[in-house]
T-cell receptor, first 116, second 111 residues
């Protein structure tokens, strides 16, 4: 079975500051990893995904994440926060292979607040 | 450019009432999923389907039933609603390699 732990349910940064959202995973086999973003009263949108190609993955809106197998981590970063980045962010994992059927296991979510 | 459409978007039920949430996708995806979202718990998988006519249980299936009679539709039913089923429900579809496309959610309150 696989699981995801997001460290910190709330993160607050100033506009222009570095954004770092932490995600650690547990998986018995090499996983696929994802970050999704949810704006208020909307569904989830894919930010980026790791599917075993490059370990540094670039996504939309200037976000990127690095897969570190030794640390079982997939932290999300953005060099300079913008007010429009305020949202809830979810890390998710799925197992490779047909029997996973694409099912994602989500972390608890991290609410990002950006102060002017 | 519809993607995944959920109806209704809001519903209030009394305990014991029944209802059905409808999910429709126009991307010809084989896989469809129903998740519920509760504060501090992320999204939890209720049921999923790997193709027309198939359904399977997810992490929290109790109290829910599903049907996939047509490839583009995935229905979630509550036969006897309970206050613990107050939640936001999300439908998603995918090609089966992990990238899920989500609807905008259905907010259900059970009194």
């Amino acid at each position: 079975a696989q699981s995801v732990t997001q460290l910190g349910s709330h993160v607050s940064v100033s506009e222009g500051a570095l954004v770092l959202l932490r995600c650690n995973y547990s998986s018995s086999v090499p996983p696929y990893l994802f970050w999704y973003v949810q704006y208020p009263n909307q569904g989830l949108q894919l930010l980026l995904k790791y599917t075993s190609a490059a370990t540094l993955v670039k996504g939309i809106n200037g976000f990127e994440a690095e897969f570190k197998k030794s640390e079982t981590s997939f932290h999300l970063t953005k060099p300079s926060a913008h007010m429009s980045d305020a949202a809830e962010y979810f890390c998710a994992v799925t197992l490779r292979g047909g029997t996973s059927y694409g099912k994602l296991t989500f972390g608890q979510g991290t609410i990002l607040t950006v102060h002017p | 450019n519809a993607g995944v459409t959920q109806t209704p978007k809001f519903r209030v039920l009394k305990t014991g009432q029944s209802m059905t949430l409808l999910c429709a996708q126009d991307m010809n995806h084989e896989y469809m999923y129903w998740y519920r979202q509760d504060p501090g718990m992320g999204l939890r998988l209720i049921h999923y389907s790997v193709g027309e006519g198939t359904t399977a249980k997810g992490e929290v299936p109790d109290g829910y039933n599903v049907s996939r009679l047509k490839k583009q539709n995935f229905l979630l039913g509550l036969e006897s609603a309970a206050p613990s089923q107050t939640s936001v429900y999300f439908c998603a579809s995918s090609l089966g390699i992990g990238e899920l496309f989500f609807g905008e959610g259905s907010r259900l309150t059970v009194l």
